[in-house]
């Protein structure tokens, strides 16, 4: 067991009880030993078994979180609702509902983050696109299965970094314009321009 652990005859002897002056002697002749070699191979075997075990299961981890979906956490869409008028009158009206799943529904381990906001609840997920560059390093581990649609995923991910990004140098542009405008005093009316302080704000907060 000792040289499993530390893959020095030496060592090993001296922490099996043997004297300092003949552990280096007494290990050389037991890895000799048939039985004793044979006994070492078969736990260095148990031992790469488990290590192979355990980065699988890492792995396992990993695809998980690549291929999560938010709508296995909530339900989230529109329905219509009874109201009553200012007469008293009954209607119906469409407005936007987020229901989150119980906690025994749905698997936490990927969630990071959970937390009441003023507007309602954040739910935050592992990082996908980090996930996805480790399994394109590992590819070779990955089931056949999985490789295309972890490609494809990894692709789309991109895609949609590169749409938000550009999405926000507009709003940026635009807001440097309006900003502008307003400096040189060739706009009195502030609407436009407090709205998208305001929604860079919360853009802003939402991105931490």
Sequence with gaps: MYYVKY?????TALKA???KDGAHVQASRLLRRERVSSYIKELKG?????VFVKAMDVLKE???IAFADITNYLNFGQREITIQDDDGNEMTRLVNFVDLYEADMVDGSIITEFKQERDGISVKLADKMKVLDKLSQYCDLVPDTFKDQ??????RMQQEIQKVQIEKVKADTEFAKIRTVKLKGQQKDTSLLDALIEGRKQYEQNGD
């Design 46 to 50: 148990e031992l790469v078994e488990n």
């Design 62 to 64: 990993y695809i998980k």
């Design 7 to 11: 893959f020095n005859g030496t060592q």
């Design 150 to 155: 972890i490609e494809a995923e990894r692709h």
């Design 17 to 19: 009880g043997y004297s």
